[in-house]
């Protein structure tokens, strides 16, 4: 038989490559147009602002205007360099936080998934995980080893791999099901290619949109437990405990509140906005359902 | 006035950028009371879109109407408000759809669902409604139709579950049903039950039946009148007679003549040693509660076939029968509880994975969906090359085979640097069959390999894993539930039921001679098989 069939020419493939096709969703384009210009503020905003802890006992609770951009706080400390210092506070803890949960939780989602003994396992600790409230664990785990960057980042990364972990192990389910999994293993392909090859693959679009949503949440969880005094220590500044020093004065001298909730706020939403556009474009089953 | 449903010069416009202008182009059909029309066309041929447009059920945003009238017992409904189309559904024309699991609400009694029909269209009382709902559900020969009026769908079988969106598209009594490949999806047993049902209540009542179907025994068994749709385009149309016993156009020809036959070919018996052997295998799952034991589920029962070199077995059974499940195990991609497999002599039926893993070039498998079979994330090229690379042969030799696999089943060598979405089903299958040739294996596997293909495309797969069996001297497992397509190609049959082997024999004593009371229902079920039995 050697009948030739033409190739169909049914189904033509988007010529757009991934890139293009997802900056073209406007909530995308939008908010990475925000992050962008918080990003390039948070990088090189201080090398040209004043020292965010030098302390000017001559201007204290001055308001926006007077004395810098923001005003000055208790300390005569300028809000304007401590905001954006803090930024990079921000932005290092939501990234990184977003990282390790989705590695850490990619491993063990994958396992869970695969591996039915590390199944039960895996699983009921990330049940007992998420029992939890991940604002008392951060605080139980910081109080256990003293506030640092790295302690900080820790313990709010713990919290948020249960998520990743079930992300992950539910697509694993679906997907280990698949003909074409079924065929590799018939091929002799061994496990951890099939892994690999055939299965991690599926896992990162959906992964990609709950890295933006970890991102944000873990900015709020680092302000929030700055706010409680459990976070970063005060020395290095974050929007968390800028606001938590502010929150004395609050009726009096509203603007030390002010400036570091609007960059927070305005920052995870522009993160949420992002993750919400790469959710349409790149899984469009719940796209179709929205619109 | 004899037309119930009238359709003139109906175009429907695709979206840009589809493969071709119209989904349908042109349509003049009409459906008189009291006859089946059935429109057959392959897969892509438009058959659908034209009772959805009819329904007024179509993407309005996707599918256009371009031009045309559509007259409802002497109503134009063309351009009707969606407050119209609502109105005549139900009242004037109803539809049944191929799944009955999904058209049906899983969160409410099938009583409820119908009633739901009477409640928008009548001012009946709760009590009148219910008694008219059970007297549908008996018109459709639902037993205990008081009981089962509180059963949810999932408690019903797929038989019972068409039957109640039969009585639901029924109850109003409408002039016109429109039923879209209402048994593609049940066994064949039950397939011609709700074929006789169908045409008895039509005949009954007088109704015009609008019959999508791709399956020329389907309509050789229901049709008064025959719609042969290709690209859109109706090509033929006809009296069933007509168009079945001399169809004018080549396309109807070249469609009718794919069929299978249900007369086995005479065969050659084949010597030699066998390649498989299956001993006593069992199945079994579930059973593993959390809480105690779970529902468990004896999947086969004793199975024991073997297989020479160079010879095809089938496996037939409807769904449930436990076929896949043997195949599963024969592939090891399921451990048998029991039993012994033997491919060389050596039993392959407990190993381990790691122990598993050297042999598996000896079998392999050929899956029903051409569409989830291939990563579409690798190229075909990469996929057929991962098996042989497993094995440690080299890139370049394993490429080569590639190609010169291609070559095998009918595809041009290009196409190892395409993605498998560039594909159609059929040439897919084709990647799938040369993947599992690229390992050079002595048994082949086929689990339901054709049966999600037109027939015209399951012909051309049929012939070339014929070809490849004597090319490479293959034991060959063919499981299906399709009687027909079993017949032409395999040498012995094994009939299974709820996990057991009720029967077995050479196709021809199967096919002639059927002992058991299953295996004659089964050849009895089959459709159409008075007409194509020649």
């Not at chain 2, 039923?179 to 015009?208: F, S, W, Y």
């Not at chain 2, 042999?359 to 690798?378: A, C, G, H, K, T």
């Not at chain 2, 594909?423 to 049966?451: H, K, N, T, W, Y």
């Not at chain 2, 012909?459 to 490849?468: G, I, M, N, P, S």
Request: hydrophobic share 45%; aromatic share 6%; charged share 20%.
């Amino acid at each position: 038989m050697s009948r030739e069939i033409p190739l169909s020419s049914l189904e033509k493939a988007s010529d757009l490559s991934v890139f293009q096709l997802v900056i073209k969703n406007k909530n995308v384009f939008w908010g990475s147009i925000i992050l962008m210009i918080i990003i390039f503020v948070a990088i090189f905003g201080p090398f040209f602002a004043l020292d965010p802890v030098s302390l000017n006992p001559m201007s204290r609770l001055k308001p926006p205007g007077d004395a810098g951009l923001f005003g000055t706080d208790q300390l005569g400390r300028d809000v304007y360099s401590r905001v954006i210092n803090g930024g990079r506070i921000s932005l290092v803890v939501g990234l990184t936080v977003a990282i390790f949960a989705v590695i850490f939780g990619t491993v063990m989602g994958l396992l869970a998934g695969y591996i039915r003994i590390l199944d039960a396992i895996i699983m009921r600790v990330m049940d007992g995980l998420m029992a939890i409230p991940a604002i008392l664990l951060a605080i139980a785990m910081i109080s256990l080893s003293g506030a640092t960057l790295t302690t900080v980042i820790a313990a709010i990364v713990i919290p948020e791999i249960p998520r990743v972990v079930r992300l992950v192990r539910s697509v694993v389910l679906t997907v280990r099901e698949e003909p074409y999994v079924e065929s590799a293993i018939s091929v002799g392909t061994p496990v951890y290619l099939v892994m690999i090859r055939h299965v991690l693959p599926n896992t990162i679009a959906p992964l990609i949109v709950q890295a933006t949503y970890i991102c944000g949440s873990a900015m709020l969880t680092e302000a929030i437990l700055g706010f409680l005094g459990a976070g970063i220590p005060p020395e290095i500044p974050s929007w968390g405990n800028i606001m938590s020093e502010g929150r004395t004065f609050f009726q009096l001298t509203p603007w030390i509140i002010f400036f570091p909730g609007i960059a927070l706020a305005v920052t995870v939403l522009s993160v949420n906005i992002v993750g919400d556009g790469l959710r349409d474009t790149l899984d469009p089953r719940i796209a179709r359902n929205m619109r | 006035m004899r037309n119930i449903l009238e359709i003139e010069k109906l175009t429907v416009s695709l979206p840009k950028n589809a493969d071709r202008l119209y989904a349908i182009e042109d349509i003049n059909l009409t459906v008189n009371r009291n006859e089946i029309v059935c429109v057959v066309g392959e897969s892509g041929s438009g058959k659908s879109v034209t009772a959805f447009t009819v329904m007024g059920l179509n993407d309005k945003r996707a599918l256009k109407m371009t031009s045309g009238h559509i007259i409802l017992e002497g109503e134009d409904i063309t351009n009707a408000s969606p407050a119209v189309f609502r109105a005549r559904r139900g009242e004037k024309m109803a539809m049944i759809f191929q799944e009955p699991m999904t058209a049906l609400n899983p969160v409410l009694k099938v009583g409820d669902q119908i009633s739901e029909m009477l409640e928008i269209h009548t001012l009946m009382t709760t009590s009148e409604r219910k008694s008219r709902v059970i007297e549908a559900m008996s018109n459709v020969d639902l037993p205990n139709p008081e009981k089962m009026y509180k059963s949810y769908p999932h408690q019903l079988s797929g038989g019972q579950r068409q039957r109640i969106m039969i009585a639901m598209a029924l109850v109003m009594e409408p002039g016109l049903l429109i039923a879209d490949e209402p048994t593609t999806a049940l066994d064949v047993t039950t397939q011609a039950n709700i074929l006789r049902l169908i045409k008895e209540i039509q005949r009954r009542r007088g109704m015009g039946v609008l019959f999508i179907t791709h399956d020329f025994g389907v309509v050789a068994d229901i049709a008064d009148r025959v719609v042969v749709m290709q690209e859109g385009k109706i090509v033929e149309q006809g009296t069933v007679t007509q168009v079945l016993k001399s169809p004018s156009n080549e396309y109807t020809k070249m469609l009718i003549e794919s069929v299978p036959s249900m007369k086995p070919p005479k065969r050659k018996e084949v010597s030699g040693a066998s390649a498989l052997i299956t001993k006593q295998v069992n199945k079994t799952f579930g059973g593993l509660g959390f809480f105690g034991e779970g529902r468990k589920v004896h999947a086969a029962k004793s199975v024991s076939f073997d297989i020479k070199a160079g010879e095809t077995t089938g496996i037939v059974g409807e769904s449930g029968s436990g076929k896949s499940t043997v195949a599963r195990c024969v592939i090891r991609l399921i451990e048998p509880n029991s039993g012994n497999i033997l491919i060389n002599n050596l039993d392959i039926a407990n190993l381990t994975e790691s122990k598993l893993r050297p042999l598996r070039n000896n079998f392999q498998i050929v899956f029903q969906d051409p569409y989830r079979s291939l990563n579409p994330r690798r190229t075909v090229g990469q996929s057929i090359i991962e098996g042989p690379t497993n094995f440690g042969v080299p890139l370049a030799e394993a490429t080569q085979r590639a190609k010169d696999l291609m070559n095998i089943v009918g595809l041009q060598t290009d196409s190892l640097e395409r993605f498998p979405h560039q594909f159609s089903g059929g040439q897919r299958q084709r990647i799938c069959i040369a993947r599992a040739l690229a390992m050079e294996p002595q048994i082949l596997i086929a689990d339901e390999a054709v049966s999600a293909l037109d027939v015209s495309v399951q012909a051309q797969v049929l012939e070339l894993l014929d070809d490849v069996k004597r090319k490479f001297d293959l034991a060959m497992l063919f499981i299906t539930h399709d009687l027909r397509v079993a017949a032409q190609v395999c040498d012995n049959i094994v009939v299974m039921r709820e996990g057991e082997i009720v029967e077995r024999g050479s196709t021809y004593e199967i096919y002639s001679k059927p002992k058991h009371s299953y295996t004659k229902a089964l050849l009895d079920a089959a459709p159409g098989h008075n007409f194509f039995s020649g």
